[in-house]
């Protein structure tokens, strides 16, 4: 895929030239989803089942220090880089962008439609400062900020454990969460958006999927199809005890699918399908 | 769409019956042709003395364990003799290596496997060493014979980087085996005539990587020094070996059971499904050679 001067000095300049000595080892790249994979091997299609548009990368050096890896993301839309950047959970906040973490050598943040990854191969004092810079330098000169996904705001807040929200609109990604049917049975696709939460109740944690369709007729289809594929025993009820004691449930309201999994008892998977609200 | 789904539901029927059966991640059952089938040989050679430095090998001890993996492999006494068996002198051999450049093959583990197929009798005009440019290479295009060697490691996408993953790069579009976290990588085997031609399996176990962290899926305090090479005619077998060290190396650092990112489920299915080879861990005849401490099998 080839880009205009324009498109490649737009991810370019979020990325200083230099930060504490570190300087650009090699030519820039930019990566399309065809080409990722020469780049980052399997876990392109991660990114790939994002929507992502562009990967600028850069590669910093300095002597006597680990090698920095800079890349940067374009997804298309603020909610494929929330969704992105929900994707790895690992790493405490770093207070950068719209949401961030930092573990080590490892520190990424998401802002507006970009999904930033800064690594460095070793972890040294200097090169975790260098990874704080650079992030700094670049969530500067991103100067807007962009909407989360809507279907985020409809998760309960009651007992939801921070940090462990998954938005997607892809079946392998929620297979990857939380294992569900090898096949696409939701019918989840760039038409829909999807959102994982985990919910504390006393030792345990039980999920909520939610999943926005575009209209109420696909709705309906993809909560039937859930029904009769996973709880065919359940017969007219949208409620069923499973094999391993817990309880799950599947509920429609106008164009949201709401499923509960492994909820502990009846009682707490009715309550948490009626704590979920269209806004 | 197929008829039957796969789903959660069956994992959990199957754990209510057997509580272990749900652990791999495809529920699939073995046949009974399958019970009756023959062992897969693996063999485990580690040394203290196997890397210089962090991820860097020792050619001269690489070169020993290799010779001496082979041999208990083949039930060779000589090395030379052992790779007789593998390579003949008219063979054109691809060795197929691993560049990611955060856990390569290393060339010293090149070194060591050229060496001994050149010993063998092959000529060196006839021996190509390759990764990525396998399909554009004239000795890969011509092999009779290839040597599969790659360091063992996580892999977000599809659970483990091992010796069946390493052959993709035969692949005109890669991409297309990623599906379902790459559950039928096997195929390409046979799609791509590497069945027969694959003579041996070398799984590094030197610096195995047990974690995977952003884009690129690597962080180096998730590697470890285990100084381990696995080598089998099977690629399944070895995979199955490889991982299982390193789930047992996630308990043993996370102190908890703590699940791949991704099921390695592609090893399991490449016996089930493609009876590429055998991951049955009680069908495995492994040969443990070597150092013993913190082994983890």
Redesign the interface.
Known sequence: MCYSNEERDELAVLLPEEVNGWRPAEDDRIFDPETI?DY?????????AFGFRRLFARHFAKSGQPDI?A?VFDMGTSANAFGVFTH?P?GKDVGIGQGSKG????L?FWKDRYFI?L?A???TEESKQALMAIAHEVDRTLERTGPLPLIVSYLPDENRIEGRIHYFFNH?IL??HY???????LFLDENTQGALAFYRWADSTYPLLLILYPDVAKTSEAHDNFIQ???PDAGASDLIQ???GKWTAARVKKNLLIIV?DAPSREEAEKKLGEVRLK | MKGKFFTRRDFLKAAAVTPLAGVLGSGLKVTAADETANKSRVVLIRDENALVSFKKPNPEVIQQMLDQAVTALLDVSDPVAAWKKLVKPEDIVGIKSNVWRYLPTTEEVEGALKKRIMDAGVAEKNIGIDDRGVRRNPIFQKATAIINARPARTHHWSGIGGCIKNQIMFVPRPADYHGDSCADMATLWKEFNLVERTKLNVLLMLSPQFHSVGPHGYADRYVWQYKGIIVSPDPVAADSVGLRIILAKRLEHFGKDEPLETPAKHVQIAETRHGLGISDPSRIELIQLGWKEDILI
């Open positions: 994979f980052i091997d399997g876990a392109g299609e991660v990114y790939r890896y890349d790895d690992e573990q080590g050598s490892l990424s990854s690594f191969e070793e972890e392998l297979n990857f294992f569900v049917a090898d096949e696409n049975i594929t996973y709880m499973t094999e391993n999994f």
